[in-house]
Every structure is written in structure tokens, then in C-alpha cells.
């Protein structure tokens, strides 16, 4: 009979794996200055403290730590983690107590005297406060002494004692002496270090899990476990734990058995497509600037490197990610390669595990980049890349000067990227392209519309008043020589089409002259319309290359990198729809993690104490699932003759101005309302919103287009030009698209088991080794961390029908017949009770087994050791 240890409702983390370099303590050289406190106990210094987060969590409270923590065994006075017998399960090795009073105690015992102190304000009584039981090596939490909304504890060493005073350096490197009036707290010794899987944490509050990932971000230790949630802190620096090696460790490894990693995401997704021939998800989710294009990067990199063959597919999909940054990312004040659409990459796989194709969808190109920039950004790296890339002679034939020259390249007067090398970066897109099968002729195609791009933007307009009205003339018309030449149209019919507007009414053709203003949107409008439709087709040149319809798919892998929460000091419409698609994307990890899960277990009638959660499906309603929601009100609105942001204001002002998630500004001539987001309140200017959201482009432009003799531009356009322009009018909004292709992918991601990888952005600087306490503590807070550390501590995330539990693990124990001959409940409770202890935390529910992760864990491993075992009799045989 196999027996284990008892699982911990959190020893998901495993022991660490010297293999990869990565303890849970290395010692560093105390330092009187900038060093944490988690420096002091093993990691390295920080420049930046600490703070922590979650929905409900709040601060530490006075009145003690958790149950664990009173329970929990000591740490010593260098701050290691201590078991009296057991062996750490987040240490390397087993450690043992070394004191007979330790500093977990000694922070107790002051905690306990401190509440004493409090109570009773009696000079005698308060000579009896314990702070000086304190000894230089304990570790405590200090309590803020401000109320603000991200103030939460910190954590603190103690270098020095004096009579009732101790001296204390913090988790931001800040030195203080503290006294008896001064509110502290006892450290858990799990704490002290930290831990792989925050579920295993003892001091289960924000200060606790911020400090972990603080710990462990300073150590360069950038992943944490929350049971199979990945937490992600971005390092901002290259770290060397992606080599080959890496992906060879990880490979057939379950989650737990080796330090966090997003491989072991990676190498859980293909488990469970070869294993179970189910469809797999990753969620990446985050502020813009958190890391989630590179974690996307990393979970493709793992699948192409253990998918088996090797082939030309498994190259080609990795070679379509330059081209779609290069085309799709930017320089944002936050995020040096921002991405400025949402994709959703496919990956196919046959039945034997092997990449036989893939699939991406994009959403909402941010076309207002295109034409103008913020302060300190840059329009798409393209444009950039091409002009620094480009030979001499490429230049002259496209008539292309330096990026400082051209005026939709400057408008953030920002043309360079520190770290970026935009001749090598082009190179690489223009070897790319070769890979995913642009011919030449293709390229210069794509190389041409580009150049017009960056001409038309430079185009001046003078104002005229022809018989008393306003109109607009081009002074310098080398910029529209250029532009004609390349699109292969007449120079003065492009100069009527952006200058004039021809109206058809009963009959009669009418002529109107724009303004200056009129001229600059009209070329602005031609530029956006040329660039999102080049990157439409880019698109689709990649899937043509990389979609085998023909393959014998199976299973699937899907990696959604979209853009993450934006609240800028100016929001417009498309940070109305990215922030609507990350609350859909939010709800659908509470549905996952918090509703589905607590159905499931009173449908099984499994032993349990709810946990709850902040729910943003009323926000979510208000904005676009209920009748006259938002973006239905934005629609309908739209499609009006008449209809005017004013008037779609106030019509979302009386419509919703009840609704606790929708705030009104108290000026009546404001231009803006105010949603109460599940990341916090973002206000949005609604002026231009009805224009963006109508995306109509002039029927002068597309009948220019039509005419046009170059094919390359009128292909781009084809559909456009196949509508008609009066059919155009009619043409779906832009929220209309983008809420049809936003239901589409939830309802592909809730077909798939889902896998989620929270992406922490560390500070606003974009530097590494800095630890912004406050900023950090917001991510956390909204993105539910202390409620799903608290709904995987105590819940069963693993789970397998009778049948298909006794099928797997039948033959772990003797006389257990195959599932068809055997009453498989009687069986499951069996061999589970043999495997995993009768004690053991586990449950048997109507219709399932419902394990802890460190269950499952136990059991893949005898299951493994069990087949190597009986191999080698078979070999020997």
C-alpha cells in the first residue's frame, strides 16, 4: 500500500529545486541603509518598500494574526522559517529551532503587552508594556499611522533595544525607533522569507501578501504561485530563467513540483490537452506596462520548444509576434512596447501533441495613435523601425527622410526608445515577413502605403475664402505629388477629395468647400484608413500562413494578451472600450474562481463555508448587458442624424445617474461621466465619441480609392469599396464590432479551462529592482488577490468524476477493477483513503473527488513512479 504525508491545504509550492538556482533564503550583508527587511532576512535590497493588496483584505488588524499564526511554529532570530521536526516545504532544506524563545514569540508576546498598554492608560500599568521583549533579528508589522486608501502595515527588523524603545529598520529601508504607543504586530515566520504559494502564507492579510512578492521580487524571484495563478511582478530587466535548460526542467513537471514558473503554466496547458483532450486558456491580465505581451511571448516560446517536431509551423507562429508588435505596439508614456490592440493567438494541436496550426484574432487598433501622440510616446514602432532600416537608396526610391522630418512622428516629441535598436528591429520584421511567406512585391506594397502615411501627415493647409466661404488650399504640393504618385491617382482629384465634399441631392451635384480644420480631419481620417486596413491585411497575410484548415486538429491552446485597464488624465472612447473589455474579462475570472466554484461545491454537497467576493457584474451590466446600457445608448445615438455627444450625455445622465457605478459631474457643462470600475473610477470626455464610434469614412475618399491604379491599395479596401459608400452609412459601429467580436471571445474562453496569469506592474519608472508599495497594493486589491488566496486555501481546485479518478489511479493500489466492473464511488473513496491517508483533507462528493492541489500533485507522482516501475519489470522480463 502507497501512503503519503498529510497535504497541507498549501504546500502547492514544493520544495525548491537547486537545479534552477533558486532558494528560499540567501543570506546578504545586513546594511544600516536601503535595505529591506526581507534583505536582512535573505533577499536582496530593495529601493522601494512594500504594501499589500486584495478586494476585501484590509490592514493588519490590532487584535492579532490569523489562527495559523497563532499556531505556527518560530522563526529564528535571523528570521528563517523553523519547524520543530518537518521539513519546510519552501525551503531547499529542512530547518530546524534553534532558540528556545523565538522572535515570532518575542513579537507576540510585545503585540499582546501593546493591546494591554492601549487598554489601560495608568502610568504603573504602562511601565509593563513589553516592546522591550523585542531583540535585534525579530520581525514585526508596524501599523500605519495614516488612513489613506492604499495604507497598509509594513514590515520591519529589529536592529537594536533600548529600555522601552526598539530600533527598527523597514521594508522601505527606512530607519525608526519605536515606542510602546507606537501599534505592532507579530510576523508569522512564513512571512519572514516568504513563500512560493501565497496560499501557505500565515500572516493572510494585504501587508502579508504584498511583503511576499516584495521578498521575492528583490530575490529576482518574479513568479508566485496562488494554488495554479500565476502572479507575475515585471522585473524590467532581463533575467536568465528562459534558456533551453529552463524549458527542459519544466517539461512533464506538475505545478508545485519546481520553483513558480510561467513555463510550468505553459507545461500544465499541454498536460491537459494530451492528457484530457480538453481546450486550454491563459488569461494575461494587468496594467499596461505589467509584462503581459512578453508572458505571452514566453507561453508561445514553451509550446513551439516542446510540441516535438519542430517544423516550419512552429517557426512561422513565432515569427508573426515581431510583425504584430512592429505594426501594433508603441511607446506609451507607461510601457516602452505597449500594445495598441487586444489578440487572441489559437494554437492547434493533433492528437499526438504536435502544432499543426494556429489562429489570431485582433481587436480594436487603436487608430488615433496613427495621427497624433501624447507628450513622451510614439506612433507605431513601424514607422520608426523602417526609417532607421532602410538603406540609403530605399530612402531616395521612397522619398523617405529621417523620423524627426515627419510631423505624425513628432507630435510626442519623443522618436526614440531607450532599448530599442529600430535598424536591427527592422531587419528582424523584414526577415519575419519572409518567414510567414510576404513576397518581395508584398513588402514594398506595405513599405509604400507606410511612406504615404508619413507624406500625407505633412501635408499644410492655408485657409482661403472662395465667394464669402470658407476654404482650404495646399501651398507646398510636394507632399501631395508624392502621396498621388504612390497611390497612383491624379494629385488634383486626391486635392478635391480632402479639400472639397461632393453632395448628391435630387439629381444635382453639389460641391462644398472645407475648412482648414475640415481638410486635416478629412486627410487624417484617409491616413487612420489606410493604416488599420494595412494592418487588417497583415493580419490576415499571417493566418493565411499559419491556418491549416486541412490539419487534423484535435485540441487547442489559446493565449489572450489584450490591453489592460487604462485611466489616463484624458480618457476617450477607446479607453471606454478597453476598459469595458477588461471588466467582461474580470467577471469572468469571478465567475471561474468564486461563482462556478461555490456552486459546484453545494451541488455536491461538499463540506464548506462560503467565501465572499466583490462581484462586478452590475458595473458590467450597466456598460453593455442590461437594456439601455452604455454602449447601447452610445449606438443607438450614433445612428442618429442629430444625434450629438451632448445629447448622448444627457441621456446617460438620466438613464443611470441612480446607479452607484455611474457618477454625474456636478457641473452641468461637463463634458464627461464617470464609471465606477472593478480597477477603480475612470472619468471619460465624451467629446468625439459619436464620431469615433461611427468610424464612417468620406465617400469622396473611397471613390478615389476605387479608381485608383494601385491594387495593393484597393485590395486593402476591397470591402469597403464592395459596400458602396451609401451601404457604408449603414455600416456597423465601431462598439457594434467590437461587442460581437468581445462576446465571441468570452464565449471561446468559457469553452476551454482556463489558466490566469496576473501581471504586476512594480512602479510607474519603468526601473528595475523598484518596489512601489502603493501602486502595487491597488493591482492587488482590485484584481481579487486576498479573496482568491482565501478561496484557494480552503477549496478542492482539482477534481475528477468517480470513473475517471478510479480509471487513472486504479492501479495504485491492489484488487481495484477497471471503472465498468466496480461500483466506482466505493472505489475512489478506496483508494483514496489507502493513497492519501484517511485524514487527509480530500472529499467525496455526489459525483466527484475533490482534491487540493497537493493531492493531485501526490498522487501524479505515484502514479508516474508506479508506470516507471512496472516498465522496468516488463524490460527486465
Not at 63 to 89: H, I, Q
Not at 379 to 389: E, R
Not at 605 to 619: L, M, P, R, T
Amino acid at each position: 500500500m502507497v501512503t503519503s504525508p498529510q497535504p497541507k491545504a498549501a504546500s502547492k509550492s514544493g520544495p525548491a529545486s537547486g537545479r534552477t538556482g533558486i532558494a528560499s533564503g540567501r543570506s546578504a550583508p545586513a546594511s544600516s541603509k536601503g535595505v529591506s527587511a526581507s534583505s536582512r532576512s535573505g533577499a536582496p535590497a530593495s529601493s522601494k518598500g512594500v504594501s499589500a493588496s486584495s478586494k476585501s483584505g484590509a490592514p493588519a488588524s490590532s487584535k492579532g494574526v490569523s489562527a495559523s499564526n497563532k499556531s505556527a511554529l518560530a522563526s529564528s532570530r535571523s528570521g528563517a522559517p523553523a519547524s520543530s521536526k518537518a521539513e519546510d516545504p519552501h525551503s531547499s532544506k529542512g530547518v530546524t529551532t534553534h532558540h528556545k524563545k523565538t522572535a515570532h514569540e518575542n513579537a507576540k508576546a510585545a503585540e499582546a503587552m501593546n493591546s494591554k498598554t492601549a487598554q489601560d492608560k495608568a502610568p504603573a500599568q504602562r511601565k509593563k508594556s513589553a516592546i522591550n521583549v523585542l531583540v535585534p533579528g525579530d520581525y514585526i508589522w508596524i501599523e500605519p499611522t495614516t488612513r489613506r486608501e492604499f495604507d497598509v502595515a509594513i514590515g520591519a527588523k529589529v536592529i537594536a533595544a533600548e529600555g522601552r524603545r526598539i530600533q527598527v529598520v523597514d521594508d522601505d529601508g527606512k530607519e525608526q525607533w519605536l515606542t510602546p504607543e507606537r501599534r505592532i504586530k507579530a510576523m508569522h515566520p512564513t512571512s519572514v522569507k516568504g513563500v512560493e504559494d501565497m496560499i501557505s502564507l500565515g500572516d493572510l492579510h494585504e501587508a502579508g501578501i504584498l511583503r511576499n512578492l516584495l521578498i521575492r521580487y528583490n530575490g529576482n524571484f518574479i513568479y508566485t504561485y496562488t494554488g495554479s495563478i500565476l502572479v507575475a511582478v515585471n522585473p524590467y530587466q532581463i533575467l536568465p530563467i528562459y534558456t533551453m535548460d529552463q524549458i527542459k526542467l519544466y517539461r512533464d513537471k506538475r505545478i508545485g513540483e519546481l520553483p513558480p514558473h510561467i513555463f510550468a503554466i505553459g507545461d500544465s496547458c499541454y498536460g491537459n490537452i494530451t492528457r484530457h483532450r480538453q481546450d486550454q486558456c491563459v488569461v494575461i491580465s494587468g496594467e499596461s506596462g505589467a509584462g503581459k505581451t512578453e508572458s505571452t511571448k514566453l507561453i508561445l516560446q514553451y509550446l513551439a520548444a516542446i510540441s516535438g517536431r519542430h517544423s516550419w509551423i512552429e517557426q512561422q507562429i513565432l515569427e508573426a509576434n515581431p510583425i504584430l508588435e512592429a505594426f501594433g505596439n508603441a511607446k506609451t508614456i507607461r510601457n516602452d512596447n505597449s500594445s495598441r490592440f487586444g489578440k487572441y493567438i489559437d494554437i492547434h494541436f493533433d492528437a499526438s501533441g504536435t502544432i499543426v496550426g494556429a489562429a489570431i484574432d485582433q481587436y480594436l487598433l487603436e487608430k488615433s495613435r496613427i495621427v497624433s501622440q501624447a507628450k513622451n510616446e510614439r506612433n507605431y514602432h513601424i514607422f520608426y523601425c523602417m526609417l532607421a532600416g532602410l538603406s540609403r537608396e530605399e530612402k531616395q526610391e521612397f522619398e523617405l527622410q529621417d523620423a524627426s522630418r515627419y510631423s505624425y512622428l513628432t507630435k510626442g516629441q519623443s522618436i526614440t526608445c531607450d532599448g530599442r535598436d529600430d535598424a536591427a528591429e527592422f531587419a528582424d520584421i523584414r526577415s519575419a515577413m519572409k518567414v510567414l511567406m510576404f513576397a518581395d512585391a508584398e513588402i514594398k506594397d506595405v513599405l509604400n502605403l507606410l511612406a504615404v502615411v508619413l507624406h500625407m501627415g505633412n501635408l499644410e493647409f492655408q485657409e482661403q475664402i472662395i465667394d464669402h466661404l470658407d476654404a482650404t488650399e495646399i501651398p507646398d504640393a510636394s507632399n501631395l505629388r508624392r502621396c498621388a504618385k504612390v497611390m497612383r491617382v491624379r494629385e488634383q482629384a486626391l486635392k478635391v477629395a480632402i479639400t472639397t465634399r461632393t453632395i448628391f441631392t435630387q439629381g444635382e451635384t453639389v460641391v462644398s468647400t472645407h475648412s482648414v480644420a475640415q481638410s486635416q480631419d478629412i486627410r487624417d481620417a484617409l491616413c487612420k484608413g489606410i493604416y488599420s486596413r494595412l494592418f487588417f491585411w497583415i493580419v490576415k497575410k499571417i493566418n493565411a500562413a499559419i491556418h491549416r484548415p486541412d490539419s487534423p486538429r484535435k485540441n487547442s491552446i489559446g493565449v489572450l494578451d489584450i490591453f489592460g485597464f487604462e485611466n489616463f488624465d484624458h480618457n476617450s472612447f477607446e479607453q471606454f472600450c478597453i476598459n469595458y473589455a477588461n471588466e467582461n474579462l474580470q467577471q469572468f475570472f469571478v465567475q471561474h474562481i468564486f461563482k462556478l466554484e461555490q456552486e459546484e461545491y453545494n451541488l455536491e454537497s461538499i463540506n464548506w463555508q462560503h467565501i465572499e467576493f466583490v462581484d462586478n457584474q452590475e458595473a458590467l451590466d450597466m456598460i453593455g448587458v442590461k437594456s439601455l446600457n452604455i454602449m447601447s445608448l452610445i449606438d443607438e445615438e450614433a445612428k442618429f442624424p442629430k444625434g450629438s455627444d451632448q445629447t448622448m450625455l444627457t441621456k446617460m445622465h438620466k438613464l443611470h445617474s441612480k446607479n452607484r457605478n455611474y457618477l454625474k459631474p456636478k457641473s452641468d457643462i461637463n463634458t464627461s461621466f464617470g464609471l465606477n470600475h472593478f480597477a477603480g473610477v475612470v472619468f471619460y470626455d465624451t467629446r468625439g465619441f459619436l464620431e469615433k464610434n461611427r468610424d464612417t469614412f468620406s465617400a469622396d475618399l473611397l471613390q478615389l480609392i476605387h479608381v485608383s491604379g494601385n491594387q495593393f491599395l484597393k485590395t486593402i479596401f476591397e470591402e469597403d469599396i464592395r459596400m458602396g459608400s451609401e451601404t457604408r452609412k449603414r455600416a456597423p459601429t465601431l462598439s457594434t464590432q467590437f461587442k460581437k467580436s468581445l462576446d465571441s471571445l468570452m464565449r471561446t474562453l468559457g469553452q476551454c479551462q482556463p489558466f490566469f496569469i496576473r501581471c504586476i506592474k512594480p512602479n510607474e519608472f519603468k526601473k528595475p529592482m523598484m518596489f512601489d508599495r502603493e501602486l502595487c497594493c491597488r493591482q492587488l486589491r482590485y484584481s481579487g488577490m486576498m479573496e482568491t488566496i482565501r478561496i484557494r486555501r480552503a477549496g478542492y481546485p482539482i477534481r475528477h468524476t468517480f470513473r475517471e479518478f478510479v480509471d487513472r489511479y486504479r492501479f495504485l493500489i491492489n484488487g481495484v477493477p477497471p471503472p465498468h466492473k466496480v461500483d466506482c464511488e466505493a472505489a475512489a473513496s478506496k483508494i483514496c483513503a489507502a493513497v492519501l491517508g484517511p485524514k487527509s483533507d480530500y472529499q467525496l462528493g455526489k459525483t466527484k473527488v475533490f482534491l487540493k492541489d497537493a493531492h493531485d500533485l501526490f498522487l501524479e507522482q505515484e502514479r508516474d513512479r508506479m508506470l516507471t516501475r512496472k516498465i522496468l519489470i516488463i524490460q527486465k522480463h
